[in-house]
């Protein structure tokens, strides 16, 4: 008996709990207000935040609007897109019998759901929450990949964060950062996400800066994109590059395009070289940006950081 055309068909699932060494420890029940904001930031943008602090499940388990769609122990919201790729959309989701809000990827169905190169990684780094083969809203059939929320904003919207109160400023020579404290705690957390990445032996290949996500308060830094390689072993600090991600960590410090250097540059080399101090500061921004054109690994990093804190006379914070 061939099954009904609305049936779902479920290759994984399992309830959205971290792993106990994932650094992005993250069941969230509320959505926060930066990604509420940067989500709808266009009309109706204070009715959808009203609507979506309430969350797609009412009292009774069941989707809070006619069109959103339930499938498995997940409901699906189509309206809420966020993001878009090669291979499909990304869409706002939540699990029904817990009430944590996840993000799902709906793609075209090409071969065989459980090997799909976002499944494999996502498995790897225990983030996959569910994989099913159904029709979306317009009867259309498609793989749908259940996975952790980033719970916030993309790195390069920090600026517009009411949270972050990191500010930079340049007073007689002198770079000045308020706040620095988030600024350490955000490429630490940085430094933990891509470590665990690494020890799981998860490479990923697609970096962008906008792949980097600050998620509520400021506690934790989230690297989305999943379209990576899977390794058998851990990989090396010094093999897993993160050139393309150098402009995040500027941002985290509150140096953004056109801020304190007013160009369209993170750091024009001009106006870096012209700075008096501190010291520590200038030769940690150059360790970044020196190598534009070439490699920068996690340990290049680590080691960098490592050496600005104390000479900045911080104390170790790893």
Known sequence: ???????????????????????????????????????????????NISFYEGGLIDSDGKPRKSDMRKMGEFVIDYKVSLGY???GAVFLAQHVPSRVFVAVKSIFPDSEPMKYADVLSLQKLNRLYGVFN????????????????????????LEWSPSFTVKATIEDGILKISNLDISRRLIQNFIKEVE???????LQIDQHIDHVYVCPELQ????????????????EERNWGISPFRASIINFLGIHQWGVFESSQLLPLDKLSQL?????????LQSID??????????QLKSDFQTFLSEMSTPDIY
């Open 196 to 202: 665990y990445f690494a020890r799981s032996g998860y």
């Open 134 to 157: 159904g029709l979306d809203l317009l009867k259309r059939e498609r793989t749908h990949i259940f996975m952790p929320l980033a719970n916030g904003i993309p790195s390069t919207k």
């Open 290 to 299: 020196n190598n534009k054109s070439g490699g920068y690994s996690l340990f």
């Open 1 to 47: 008996m061939s099954k009904p055309e609305h049936e779902d068909t479920c290759f994984y699932a399992q309830k959205p709990l971290p792993a106990a060494d994932d650094p992005y420890q993250a069941t969230p029940m509320e959505l926060s207000v930066d990604l509420l904001n940067h989500i709808f930031y266009g009309a109706n943008k204070e009715e």
């Open 220 to 235: 934790s830094v989230y690297i989305i994109d999943y379209d990576g390689t899977q390794y058998e072993h851990p990989i």
């Open 276 to 284: 008096q101090g501190p010291q520590p500061m200038i030769k940690f």
């Open 85 to 87: 790729g090669d291979k």
